[in-house]
């Protein structure tokens, strides 16, 4: 083969021939520098069959760039743990919250459950001591006076203990079982009855309510005579006689 053949066979070489040709060329190169190593010098060096595989070449910037990619995993493993921990302290808190949120609605239902018994309490008491200041009549004459006088103020009828009592006696001498069995209105078949005398019809119209209706009763005959007296007369203090 002469030099000036080589050339143009180089030119009509493919792509494969032409890397496996830069390949050998390589190991060559790397061969020969092995060769020179110190300490090697004496020895013969074999030739070395040459496969296909790639051949990997240890190096200071192979371990550095090992060691940055090793920095890098610890460095993201370091971020992910932060991450889930960062997760859990979040989830925490949620349920922290969540907590605090039942247990301050918790306290607010019983505060407010509290506060109405309370208040159903003092409603109790408040219906204990009106019942307590309720007044308490002696059943005579004058409780009979002062209980009508009682009636006759929520009622709006007009009328005096001085003026109840004067009538009271003149009328029945405050007995209320009395009964006029001889003048006109019992002639009549409508006698004055009580202790105020006064007859049916009359006791019927002015009859007051929350009473009984009966013409004996001392409270009811006092109240229906003071009704009708305070419609006729102004008041019972007006009346000094027969009325």
Known sequence: MSASSIPGRLRRMNK???????????????ALSLSLVPGNADAETEPQAISGAPVIFASAAGASQAKTI????????????????????AKAKAVSKEKAKKAKAK???KEKAKAKKAASK??????????????????NLDGWIKESLSIMKAK??????????????????????AINDWDVNAVNGVP?????????????AYHVGGTPHDQYDPVANITASANYAADKYGSIDNVNSAY
């Open 16 to 30: 494969t021939q032409k890397l496996s040709v830069a390949g050998i060329s390589a190991v060559a190169a790397a």
């Open 70 to 89: 090793q920095s890098s995993v610890i460095e993201q493993h370091s971020t992910a743990e932060q991450l889930i921990k960062a997760s859990d302290s």
């Open 107 to 109: 306290a607010h239902a």
């Open 122 to 139: 003092r409603g109790k008491q408040g219906a204990s001591r009106s019942e307590s200041r309720t007044p308490v009549f002696s059943n």
């Open 156 to 177: 709006g009828i007009p009328g005096t203990y001085d003026g109840l009592h004067r009538n009271i006696i003149r009328e029945s001498s405050g007995n209320p079982k």
């Open 192 to 204: 004055s009855k009580g202790l105020l005398q006064i007859i049916k019809p009359t006791f019927d």
